[in-house]
């Protein structure tokens, strides 16, 4: 552990405050956290958890600053797709994975109110009655009544924390529960969007093939015509006939491949198979991303970060866990008392000397557990440190996932322009061997070395259109879009 007093500078102080003031954005959280500092700072003696974090991106050149109040939690309607849109907000509605989330808020709600219960008093209240009847031969019967009633209350004084340590670490996963909500959110919403480019990149490819067939066919004819007239030997013909039935071939594969990406859009949305076919048919090709994106500074977008802040409150939690674990080891003071009330009949029951009452005080302090104080403490202690290392590898993979996703968006934009100009010539290529070979002036191959080359190219060209989108999908993932505070 490192101990407040041995950081050295107040700078240093500051800037790790700074940093821990990341985990959590709500004030209450800040207090919690300069409350554990107080006896102990989180784990590590590592000099490099005090640097500071990037002032800007690398790869930001061409994306313009956004304000801290900028808000993504809606980044896919940016795409304008009404289908996209329309499918994100139901799943966000009808996915068991969001339900299975917001469960396990209340399950974290609920027990936190159970570690609120422990430190006031319990009471008890206990109410019994007893009627005998004697008789003996001979003589008449006699009857008594008795009755009992009492209240019984115990608390344990939190003298030294330990309660106080328990119910921070409860407010702790009560908010790791709601920034786990916040993170599948944005995880569905990115998964789903990419489904979705997918599907209508497949889609457009499917266009593309028909097309390609389509002039196949004419070339496959102009080609069987040529040879029946003696024009060209019977090679050209079966050469044609073969490149048609090839790119045939390729079209079940991929409308195999489209249904079962529908199926899995379906899934997503938590409906059954089929259940969206009908909406998902009613394509407008594979979304384009908005050149208006502006991004937040590295800091801004670590806070906004869904899994930072979740890291941030687990390590909250482990720390303060750590403290009731050090709790352990000082004495406790437990009061009883109870009030009680005793009589023969029900006219006694206001009697004062019917009434007793007492209090109790007690003391106890651990002498010997054979070791288990000490080693939970070192347990708890390891388990504080793994929420440290996790919460730092969360905030450098919000940095890398960044960076990673803007410098995808910008060397794709450059490879899209390239492969357009590519593309644009190779359908003239394609389309000036065609006339020649209708004249006589080439053979076949050339006319078939071109159409590969022109399917090639829009194929390449479709493809990084559709991985244009992704990056942009994963860049406002990447910046912790996807989730609202105030949901």
């Known amino acids: 552990m ?35 500092m107080s006896s102990c700072a989180p784990s590590g003696n590592d000099p490099r958890l005090l640097e500071p974090l990037p002032a800007d991106w690398k790869q930001a050149a061409a994306f313009p600053r956004v304000s801290p109040q900028s808000d993504l939690s809606r980044w896919w309607k940016k795409f304008d797709d009404p289908v996209l849109t329309e499918l994100i907000q139901r799943a966000l509605a009808k996915n068991p994975d969001i339900a299975s989330a917001s469960a396990r808020i209340r399950e974290a709600r ?8 422990g430190l006031f008093p319990v009471i008890d209240a206990d109410l019994a009655g007893a009627r005998r009847y004697n008789r003996m031969a001979g003589e008449a019967g006699e009857s008594n009544s008795n009755a009992t009633a009492g209240l019984d209350a115990s608390w344990e004084v939190d003298w030294f924390g330990k309660q106080r340590s328990e119910l921070l670490a409860s407010d702790a996963d009560l908010e790791s529960a709601r920034e786990n909500s916040h993170s599948v959110q944005a995880a569905l919403a990115a998964e789903i969007a990419t489904a979705y480019t997918l599907l209508r990149a497949d889609e457009e490819r499917l266009t593309i093939l028909r097309k390609t067939i389509s002039t196949r066919q004419e070339t496959q004819q102009l080609a069987a015509w040529r040879t029946e007239a003696g024009e060209a030997d019977a090679l050209d013909a079966k050469q044609a006939l073969s490149s048609l039935e090839q790119a045939k071939a390729s079209i079940p594969s991929l409308q195999q491949q489209i249904q079962q990406s529908r199926n899995f859009l379906n899934r997503l949305v938590g409906e059954f198979p089929g259940s969206l076919d009908g909406r998902i048919s009613s394509s407008r090709g594979i979304p384009r991303p908005s050149r208006s994106l502006a991004v937040a500074l590295p800091a801004e977008t670590v806070r906004q970060r869904p899994d930072v802040r979740l890291a941030g409150h687990q390590l909250i939690a482990a720390a303060a866990r750590s403290q009731s674990a050090r709790a352990e080891q000082y004495p406790s003071l437990r009061l009883s008392g109870s009030l009680g009330i005793q009589s023969l009949g029900p006219q006694k029951w206001f009697d004062p000397q019917s009434t007793a009452a007492n209090l109790l005080g007690g003391i106890s302090s651990p002498i010997f557990d054979a070791g288990r104080i000490r080693s939970n403490i070192k347990a708890r202690d390891a388990i504080e440190e793994q929420a440290w290392q996790n919460y730092r590898s969360k905030v450098l993979l919000a940095l890398s ?25 190779a359908r003239d290529a394609e389309r000036i061997a065609r006339q020649r070979y209708e004249t006589g002036l080439v053979d076949y191959l050339s006319v078939l070395e071109t159409q590969r080359n022109l399917l090639a190219l829009e194929d390449n060209f479709l493809s990084a259109q559709a991985a244009l989108t992704q990056a942009y999908i994963q860049l406002y993932k990447a910046l912790g879009g996807g989730w609202s505070r105030s949901s």
């Open 2 to 36: 490192i101990h407040w007093e041995d950081v050295p500078t107040v700078e240093q102080k500051s800037t790790l405050i700074f940093k821990l003031h990341l985990l959590a954005i709500a004030s209450p959280m800040v207090f919690s956290i300069a409350w554990l």
């Open 401 to 425: 996932e960044t960076e990673d996703a803007l410098i995808a968006c910008q060397r794709t934009e450059q490879r899209i322009g390239r492969l357009k100009i590519a593309t644009e010539a």
């Open 110 to 117: 609920a027990r936190r109110a159970v570690t609120n219960a």
